[in-house]
């Protein structure tokens, strides 16, 4: 009569991905990444420029945004790794919005 229930934590974000979702999803964040700055590098006008900015800011967001919904969601990667996709994810975002101070001039 003695039954212990095992009590479950409430969880905000229901979503079960995959790994191979997940690294899907990193991969084209880096293409995006890749393609940004050949624009920025092939660019001969200031419009080109700003399209390879934005292009290559799209892949920060979405890398940064990836390393942290791979970790939150899925549990099935190691605690240790999931632990550091969080923190490569604050570094990588960090860094953009730092970029993106410098680039505003502020």
Sequence with gaps: ???EKKIEAPVAINL???KSLIVLAG????LLLLIGILIMIAADKPSGDKLGAVIY???????????YLGA??????DVNVRAAMI???????AMGLIRGFISWGW
């Excluded at 800011?57 to 390393?67: V, Y």
């Excluded at 939150?72 to 990667?77: P, Y």
């Excluded at 923190?87 to 975002?93: F, V």
């Design 27 to 30: 991969g084209i964040a880096i």
């Design 87 to 93: 923190i490569g994810a604050t570094i990588l975002l």
């Design 72 to 77: 939150l969601v899925n549990d099935e990667i």
């Design 57 to 67: 800011d799209l892949g920060i967001i979405g890398l940064g945004g990836t390393l």
């Design 1 to 3: 009569m003695n039954e």
């Design 16 to 18: 079960k991905l995959s």
